[in-house]
Nanobody, 111 residues
């Protein structure tokens, strides 16, 4: 079973930026990948996806601020987060094929 290890979370002020990384334990080149956001006490929402061909899609809540990318040679997916808002606070997890999920990394945005 694939292991997904997220990193890059932390505490940042509103308006700041973070870059999250997700390293997979096996090849991801043929898989659609994504990032989800789970705010405190709420359900997880997928906020960014990238297909095996590199096509991307975003939730309205992050469109224009977040960018998902991938480096298949490194089995890694990234989430560049700019202009962060307090409502972006939560656990960010990556997914391989929307079947396997990582444990997540915590992002806290202070106002």
């Amino acid at each position: 079973q694939v292991q997904l290890a997220e990193s890059g979370g932390g505490l940042v002020q509103a308006g700041g930026s973070l870059t999250l990384s997700c390293v997979a334990s096996e090849d991801i080149s043929i898989n659609n990948m994504g990032w989800s956001h789970q705010p405190p006490g709420k359900q997880r929402e997928v906020v960014a996806t990238i297909t095996s061909r590199g096509n991307t899609a975003y939730a309205d809540s992050v469109k224009g601020r977040f960018t998902i990318s991938r480096d298949n040679a490194k089995n890694t997916v990234y989430l560049q987060m700019n202009n962060l808002k307090p409502e972006d606070t939560g656990v960010y997890s990556c997914t391989k094929g929307f079947t396997f999920w990582g444990q997540g990394t915590q992002v806290t945005v202070s106002s």
